[in-house]
């Protein structure tokens, strides 16, 4: 070795060798390991640059290794083959921008048009709002191409000519912004196979996309959620391929062809949400293939063909027209698993004969009456059972305690009697309970305390009588207890405190008395303890319910002074003392709290709820001896003394609960979001701050939010949200993702929605920046003014404001939920422009975080969907839910919430009985023209679509907004 020790070599030798010898390993490497031909891989190559340039990052897509077949989302075939090739392409859920920089956007498809062994391409899930006219003209190399999907991009514009692909077996192109009519772009697609266009704005029928047998191949035709209308014709039949059919959520009019039933391969037919007539075709039944047929949300009347689920897993035929009784064979077929009838006109008896296969049953909203059949017990796996709103007039058959998976049990709005069966103590599954409407009697079964899965329990408006159980801590899931307008008595059991889920207690119109017990503190929505007995003083204890929205403790006997601990309610909306026998003077509440006291003769600073507050007359007594004292002391000293001493007593709560604080909020971080430079030179940070430390700018509080009204040195006004930073709904790391999330916002464009201009970050909250809307809540207008009443022009003008808003929101390509909508939420430029708020919220607030369920933190009290109590998911859904409310108020002049009953029920229970509609009108606005009220009613329609208590058959909001201009 040591021979060798010292000789030497150049570096520059050293290096060349090394480089050379580097040289001829890659492209050994490149030789041996990648099969394709050096067009593909330049092409390959290149495709990594421009896609790393319209996403800004390549984590997703892995160049690193030199052969394209071992990269992320890329496959070739066949792999170990001298004729390898690129045959799929997979960019779904990249990021990829076609506004960020449209070269490159046209270089992406350009490239992707050299790869002529091309089969399979998904771009699904990103934002390309446009396609290069190159793509569509000159990409003669994918040819052979035989999957494309391009949905969830927010494609606008016109549909494309698709003729130069004529390869195309499946094209998606659902979830976009596409306009226009379908004539001829899919002429030249003769092996189409499957075309999803659905979600989008496309016009037109189906003679013109599917006239002449133009594409006799397909399999799958989905054209949901666009505006096609006109009739279906007889020739669709001669798509003999077709497995599925959806129509569902369009404008299709007329009768329903009998040339369905000559699709011999027909698996799914879907027609829901159009304005179909008519008669369901007999036909159908004779389909063996059919496995869900869904025709809900239409105008179909007559009966329901016999035999029509003969080979059916699916049927769902809700709100129709359908009359006659229910085929006693249509429940029966072995292989049904769902059926949906409500509300039609269905009459008689529920048939006996019942599949076991059978896991939902909705018949409510008919005129069903007679018994429930016992056979249900047999269902073992049934978890749905909805038959409210009918006239069924038996008990309630304990053989339903057998139906073990049970999940919801609806019963409400018939005419059954008896008691509660204890054997439904053994549904340990059972999340929802409602009772309500009838006219059963008895005690509450302490074998229904044993439920621990019960979310919601609802026995209102019965003849229940007895005391409460302390058992019923054993509730522990439970969120939502009604027991309104029974005969309960008794006292309240402390048990109840232990319910640390529960967020509404309706216990008013009842016969209980004694001193209120500690409530536990989860209560959000509603305390009701109104029309009963209690007496003694209001318990100060009352006050820790930080988070609750309404307190009613009307027609009682409650005694004594109000406490002030009722005003540090931090979310309190709606206070109702009235009829008691309270004294003393009426604590100083935020101007946001309507509290209503009319009826309280001994009780200073009363409110009937107008907004209007009187002041008592002292007792002629005191006026008496005040002249005695006066006659001895001299009425000008003692007029001073006693001018002072009666205003600090009247005005002492006054005079404390305004703080001002001296030192403002200091700002760690602000930041525009707005590129306006009027508001950047207008928004002063700091005068800001100093606004929001002063509680009389306060302008409106929501269980999320504090507004404030702050002048800017130049006279401009705006409004400024307060979010808590503490809240335990707001996740951690918020701080540093929310100027990123508000930025995300900022960039929205849309007339009726509130757009953040700025924020300011300071150590323990957050505030954001809006452009003043003047007129103030929606809220404000329909319940605080008694002098203007909105006209049905400007309501109607509003709820087509909200429904584009919304809309607009929803078809965002991540679109945008609303944690709470609601008319508080709703500002209003003037009485006929509004604007949606908080849109904010889902982006920073994660239910997650927040003890009990998702209706414990989303939205506000009457306006949150019923699913939310046990599906924990914000969904499209509950915003349309929410919406519907609105709409309700608009339409009725109510509350959400009035006299300890949800808007939305009242509504739908007035709605079953169709005679009655009118009853739910607010008169002195329908009263105005026959016009108006036929207009009103129309709404009202829609209204009810969307408060449906099944998610699943509440209309999309592109849909509620068609259905709101249509009735114009």
């Given at each position: 070795?040591?021979?060798?020790?010292?000789?030497?070599?150049?570096?520059?030798?050293?290096?060349?060798?090394?480089?050379?010898?580097?040289?001829?390993?890659?492209?050994?490497?490149?030789?041996?390991?990648?099969?394709?031909?050096?067009?593909?891989?330049?092409?390959?190559?290149?495709?990594?640059?421009?896609?790393?340039?319209?996403?800004g990052?390549?984590?997703?897509?892995?160049?690193?290794?030199?052969?394209?077949?071992?990269?992320?989302?890329?496959?070739?075939?066949?792999q170990?083959?001298?004729?390898?090739?690129?045959?799929?392409?997979?960019?779904?859920?990249?990021?990829?921008?076609?506004?960020?920089?449209?070269?490159?956007?046209?270089?992406?498809?350009?490239?992707?048009?050299?790869?002529?062994?091309?089969?399979?391409?998904?771009?699904?899930?990103?934002?390309?709002?446009?396609?290069?006219?190159?793509?569509?003209?000159?990409?003669v190399?994918?040819?052979?191409?035989?999957?494309?999907?391009?949905?969830?991009?927010?494609?606008?514009?016109?549909?494309?000519?698709?003729?130069?692909?004529?390869?195309l077996?499946?094209?998606?192109?659902?979830?976009?912004h596409?306009?226009?009519?379908?004539?001829?772009?899919?002429?030249?697609?003769?092996?189409?196979?499957?075309?999803?266009?659905?979600?989008n704005?496309?016009v037109?029928?189906?003679?013109?996309?599917?006239?002449?047998?133009?594409?006799?191949?397909?399999?799958?035709?989905?054209?949901?959620?666009?505006?096609?209308?006109?009739?279906?014709?007889n020739?669709?039949?001669?798509?003999?391929?077709?497995?599925?059919?959806?129509?569902?959520?369009?404008?299709?009019?007329?009768?329903?062809?009998?040339?369905?039933?000559?699709?011999?391969?027909?698996?799914?037919?879907?027609?829901?949400?159009?304005?179909?007539?008519?008669?369901?075709?007999?036909?159908?039944?004779?389909?063996?293939?059919?496995?869900?047929?869904?025709?809900?949300?239409?105008?179909?009347?007559?009966?329901?063909?016999?035999?029509?689920?003969?080979?059916?897993?699916?049927?769902?035929?809700?709100?129709?027209?359908?009359?006659?009784?229910?085929?006693?064979?249509?429940?029966?077929?072995?292989?049904?698993?769902?059926?949906?009838?409500?509300?039609?006109?269905l009459?008689?008896?529920?048939?006996?004969?019942?599949?076991?296969?059978?896991?939902?049953?909705?018949?409510?909203?008919?005129?069903?009456?007679?018994?429930?059949?016992?056979?249900?017990?047999?269902?073992?796996?049934?978890?749905?059972?909805?038959?409210?709103?009918?006239?069924?007039?038996?008990?309630?058959?304990?053989?339903?305690?057998?139906?073990?998976?049970?999940?919801?049990?609806?019963?409400?709005?018939?005419?059954?009697?008896g008691?509660?069966?204890?054997?439904?103590?053994?549904?340990?599954?059972?999340?929802?309970?409602?009772?309500?409407?009838?006219?059963?009697?008895?005690?509450?079964?302490?074998?229904?305390?044993?439920?621990?899965?019960?979310?919601?329990?609802?026995?209102s408006?019965?003849?229940?009588?007895?005391?409460?159980?302390?058992?019923?801590?054993?509730?522990?899931?439970?969120?939502?207890?009604?027991?309104?307008?029974?005969?309960?008595?008794?006292?309240?059991?402390?048990?109840?405190?232990?319910?640390?889920?529960?967020?509404?207690?309706?216990?008013?119109?009842?016969?209980?008395?004694?001193?209120?017990?500690?409530?536990?503190?989860?209560?959000?929505?509603?305390?009701?303890?109104?029309?009963?007995?209690?007496?003694?003083?209001?318990?100060?204890?009352?006050?820790?319910?930080?988070?609750?929205?309404?307190?009613?403790?009307?027609?009682?006997?409650?005694?004594?002074?109000?406490?002030?601990?009722?005003?540090?309610?931090?979310?309190?909306?709606?206070?109702v003392?009235?009829?008691?026998?309270?004294?003393?003077?009426?604590?100083?509440?935020?101007?946001?709290?309507?509290?209503?006291?009319?009826?309280?003769?001994?009780?200073?600073?009363?409110?009937?709820?107008?907004?209007?507050?009187?002041?008592?007359?002292?007792?002629?007594?005191?006026?008496?001896i005040?002249?005695?004292?006066?006659?001895?002391?001299?009425?000008?000293?003692?007029?001073?003394?006693?001018?002072?001493v009666?205003?600090?007593?009247?005005?002492?709560?006054?005079?404390?609960?305004?703080?001002?604080?001296?030192?403002?909020?200091?700002?760690?971080?602000?930041?525009?979001?707005?590129?306006?430079?009027?508001?950047?030179?207008?928004?002063?940070?700091?005068?800001?701050?100093?606004?929001?430390?002063?509680?009389?700018?306060?302008?409106?509080?929501?269980?999320?939010?504090?507004?404030?009204?702050?002048?800017?040195?130049n006279?401009?006004?705006?409004?400024?949200?307060?979010?808590?930073?503490?809240?335990?709904?707001?996740?951690?790391?918020?701080?540093?993702?929310?100027?990123?999330?508000?930025?995300?916002?900022?960039?929205?464009?849309?007339?009726?929605?509130?757009?953040?201009?700025?924020y300011?970050?300071?150590e323990?909250?957050?505030?954001?920046?809006?452009?003043?809307?003047?007129?103030?809540?929606?809220?404000?207008?329909?319940?605080?003014?008694k002098?203007?009443?909105l006209?049905?022009?400007?309501?109607?003008?509003?709820?087509?404001?909200?429904?584009?808003?919304?809309?607009?929101l929803?078809?965002?390509?991540?679109?945008?939920?609303?944690?709470?909508?609601?008319?508080?939420?709703?500002?209003?430029?003037?009485?006929?422009?509004?604007?949606?708020?908080?849109?904010?919220?889902?982006?920073?607030?994660?239910?997650?975080?927040?003890?009990?369920?998702?209706?414990?933190?989303?939205?506000?009290?009457?306006?949150?969907?019923?699913?939310?109590?046990?599906?924990?998911?914000?969904?499209?859904?509950?915003?349309?839910?929410?919406?519907?409310?609105?709409?309700l108020?608009?339409?009725t002049?109510?509350?959400?919430?009035?006299?300890?009953?949800?808007?939305?029920?009242?509504?739908?229970?007035?709605?079953?009985?169709?005679?009655?509609?009118?009853?739910?009108?607010?008169?002195?606005?329908?009263?105005?023209?026959?016009?108006?009220?036929?207009?009103?009613?129309?709404?009202?329609?829609?209204?009810?679509?969307?408060?449906?208590?099944?998610?699943?058959?509440?209309?999309?909001?592109?849909?509620?907004?068609?259905?709101?201009?249509?009735?114009?």
């Amino acid at each position: 070795m040591e021979r060798y020790a010292h000789i030497s070599f150049p570096f520059p030798i050293i290096f060349s060798c090394f480089f050379f010898f580097t040289i001829f390993f890659i492209h050994g490497l490149l030789a041996s390991s990648s099969q394709l031909n050096q067009t593909q891989v330049e092409i390959m190559r290149n495709l990594s640059k421009t896609l790393n340039s319209l996403t800004g990052s390549n984590s997703e897509w892995n160049t690193t290794n030199p052969d394209p077949c071992s990269w992320e989302r890329v496959t070739c075939s066949p792999q170990s083959s001298p004729d390898a090739a690129v045959t799929q392409l997979s960019f779904s859920g990249l990021g990829l921008s076609t506004t960020k920089n449209s070269s490159f956007s046209t270089l992406l498809f350009d490239l992707i048009c050299g790869l002529n062994t091309l089969e399979h391409l998904d771009l699904s899930l990103n934002s390309i709002t446009t396609l290069p006219e190159s793509f569509f003209a000159d990409c003669v190399g994918l040819s052979g191409l035989k999957s494309l999907n391009l949905s969830y991009n927010g494609l606008d514009g016109a549909l494309g000519n698709f003729s130069n692909f004529a390869g195309l077996e499946t094209l998606d192109l659902s979830f976009n912004h596409l306009t226009g009519p379908v004539h001829n772009q899919f002429d030249s697609l003769s092996r189409l196979k499957s075309l999803n266009l659905s979600s989008n704005r496309m016009v037109g029928t189906v003679q013109s996309l599917l006239g002449g047998g133009k594409v006799l191949t397909l399999e799958e035709l989905v054209l949901s959620s666009n505006n096609f209308s006109g009739n279906i014709p007889n020739s669709v039949s001669e798509y003999a391929n077709l497995t599925l059919l959806d129509l569902s959520q369009n404008s299709f009019n007329g009768s329903l062809p009998n040339g369905f039933g000559e699709f011999p391969k027909l698996e799914t037919l879907l027609l829901s949400s159009n304005n179909l007539v008519g008669d369901i075709p007999a036909s159908l039944s004779g389909i063996a293939t059919l496995s869900r047929f869904a025709a809900n949300e239409n105008k179909f009347s007559g009966t329901i063909p016999g035999g029509l689920t003969k080979y059916m897993r699916i049927l769902d035929l809700s709100y129709n027209q359908l009359g006659g009784e229910i085929p006693s064979d249509l429940l029966s077929p072995p292989s049904l698993e769902s059926v949906d009838l409500t509300g039609n006109h269905l009459e008689g008896a529920i048939p006996a004969n019942l599949s076991q296969g059978l896991y939902r049953l909705r018949l409510g909203g008919n005129l069903l009456n007679g018994t429930i059949p016992e056979a249900i017990g047999l269902l073992s796996g049934l978890k749905y059972l909805e038959l409210e709103g009918n006239k069924l007039d038996s008990g309630i058959p304990s053989q339903i305690g057998d139906c073990e998976n049970l999940t919801l049990l609806n019963l409400a709005d018939n005419r059954l009697r008896g008691g509660i069966p204890k054997e439904l103590g053994n549904l340990r599954q059972l999340v929802e309970l409602e009772l309500q409407m009838n006219n059963l009697s008895g005690g509450i079964p302490n074998e229904i305390f044993q439920l621990s899965s019960l979310s919601t329990l609802n026995l209102s408006r019965n003849s229940f009588s007895g005391e409460i159980s302390s058992a019923i801590s054993g509730l522990k899931k439970l969120t939502n207890l009604d027991l309104n307008d029974n005969m309960f008595f008794g006292s309240i059991p402390s048990s109840i405190n232990n319910l640390n889920n529960l967020i509404e207690l309706q216990l008013g119109n009842n016969n209980l008395s004694g001193t209120v017990p500690p409530m536990p503190s989860s209560l959000t929505i509603a305390l009701n303890l109104s029309s009963n007995l209690f007496g003694g003083s209001i318990p100060s204890y009352l006050g820790s319910l930080s988070e609750l929205e309404v307190l009613d403790l009307s027609h009682n006997n409650f005694s004594g002074e109000v406490p002030n601990s009722l005003t540090k309610l931090q979310s309190l909306t709606l206070l109702v003392l009235s009829y008691n026998r309270l004294s003393g003077v009426l604590p100083q509440f935020p101007p946001y709290v309507n509290v209503i006291t009319n009826g309280n003769v001994d009780l200073i600073g009363t409110n009937d709820g107008t907004g209007t507050v009187t002041k008592k007359k002292r007792s002629s007594l005191m006026i008496i001896i005040l002249a005695i004292i006066g006659a001895f002391l001299g009425l000008g000293l003692i007029a001073a003394v006693l001018l002072y001493v009666f205003s600090k007593r009247f005005y002492r709560v006054e005079d404390e609960g305004i703080e001002i604080s001296e030192n403002p909020p200091q700002i760690v971080d602000g930041c525009f979001v707005t590129s306006n430079s009027i508001h950047r030179s207008a928004i002063d940070f700091s005068k800001a701050m100093e606004a929001v430390s002063d509680p009389r700018n306060v302008t409106l509080k929501t269980r999320f939010c504090t507004y404030y009204k702050a002048a800017m040195p130049n006279g401009t006004s705006y409004s400024v949200k307060k979010l808590n930073w503490s809240d335990k709904s707001v996740p951690s790391g918020t701080h540093e993702k929310f100027g990123q999330e508000l930025e995300s916002l900022g960039r929205l464009s849309s007339s009726n929605v509130m757009v953040p201009l700025a924020y300011v970050l300071t150590e323990d909250s957050a505030y954001l920046f809006y452009e003043n809307a003047h007129e103030g809540t929606l809220f404000e207008f329909l319940h605080r003014s008694k002098e203007n009443i909105l006209d049905w022009s400007s309501r109607y003008s509003i709820a087509l404001g909200v429904a584009q808003g919304l809309t607009f929101l929803h078809g965002c390509a991540q679109p945008v939920l609303l944690l709470d909508l609601s008319t508080l939420t709703i500002h209003l430029k003037s009485t006929t422009e509004p604007q949606v708020g908080d849109i904010e919220l889902c982006k920073v607030i994660d239910p997650s975080k927040s003890t009990g369920s998702l209706s414990t933190v989303a939205g506000s009290v009457g306006y949150i969907p019923p699913e939310y109590a046990y599906t924990m998911r914000l969904t499209m859904s509950g915003n349309v839910y929410s919406f519907g409310v609105i709409l309700l108020e608009l339409l009725t002049g109510k509350p959400p919430v009035s006299e300890g009953v949800e808007l939305a029920k009242w509504a739908l229970s007035y709605s079953t009985r169709r005679d009655q509609r009118e009853q739910i009108l607010d008169p002195r606005v329908s009263k105005a023209s026959l016009g108006v009220r036929s207009q009103m009613l129309s709404v009202l329609k829609v209204a009810l679509a969307c408060v449906n208590l099944s998610p699943e058959a509440r209309p999309k909001m592109r849909h509620v907004l068609s259905m709101l201009f249509n009735a114009k």
